[in-house]
């Protein structure tokens, strides 16, 4: 059963555009929402965390966007560059238990 | 700062044969989890060591394993490889269990 269900599998955006990136989770004990960005050859880094008692935060170009009713997250990439060509991993934790994965969206950013 | 250290980066084994992976976590980390990365399964858990107890284990069968040291080090070792075992292999340090996780690069595991 997978706990974090995360869309599109790939995504293809144009230089400057707008990246969006989705997941939807089902335990409502999950309390700690992260996402990870992976370059080839390389682990998962952190991008950046939510909890949820807030609906939205922002750093720099990325943004994250929480839907606590509905039980979705999203990842919003604004003025997308070659340079965030890599895959993005959303994450789900409840306590202290493992972080939970979804499976990746693959971006390509475009000149 | 130094980062999360995974040695070997690359590993070419034969079915049947057991395999050790080592970690070494960002100084002062205490907690090490290990990631079985693949195309197919994505990130999936395998077992996690907090002060060299482990805390927490993914379902992996028992030919998975792991061990924490007083340093802080970890080791993962798969005995009797499978080819389905040929995947990245990644460990991950915090200072506390799962909160700002920071991964090492992985060691790419080929059974042949």
């Known amino acids: 059963q997978q706990q974090v269900k995360q869309s599109p599998q790939s995504l293809i955006v144009q230089k400057g555009g707008i990246s969006i990136i989705n997941c939807a989770y089902e335990?409502?004990?999950?309390?700690?929402f992260p996402w990870y960005q992976q370059f080839p050859g390389k682990g998962p880094a952190l991008l950046i965390a939510?909890?949820?008692?807030?609906s939205e935060k922002k750093e720099g170009r990325f943004t994250i966007s929480f839907n606590k009713s509905a039980k979705q997250f999203s990842l919003h990439i604004m003025d997308s560059q070659p340079g965030d060509s890599a895959t993005y991993f959303c994450?789900?934790?409840?306590?202290?238990?493992?972080?939970?994965f979804g499976k990746g969206t693959r971006l390509s950013v475009i000149a | 700062k130094a980062g999360v250290t995974q040695t070997p980066r690359y590993l070419i084994k034969t079915r049947g044969q057991q395999v050790t992976l080592s970690c070494s976590p960002i100084?002062?980390?205490?907690?090490v989890s290990w990631y079985q990365q693949t195309p197919g399964q994505g990130l999936q858990f395998l077992f996690e060591?907090?002060?060299?107890?482990?805390?927490n284990k993914g379902n992996f069968p028992g030919r998975f394993s792991g061990r924490q040291f007083s340093n802080s080090r970890s080791e993962m070792n798969v005995s009797t490889l499978e080819l389905g075992d040929s995947a990245l292999y990644l460990c991950?340090?915090?200072?506390?269990?799962?909160?700002?996780?920071?991964f090492g690069s992985g060691t790419r595991l080929t059974v042949v």
């Open positions: 991950a340090s915090s200072f506390e269990t799962g909160i700002g996780y920071t």
């Open positions: 335990n409502t004990a999950f309390d700690y």
């Open positions: 939510i909890r949820p008692d807030v």
């Open positions: 994450a789900a934790q409840a306590g202290n238990t493992p972080l939970v």
């Open positions: 100084s002062g980390h205490r907690s």
């Open positions: 060591y907090f002060s060299e107890t482990q805390r």
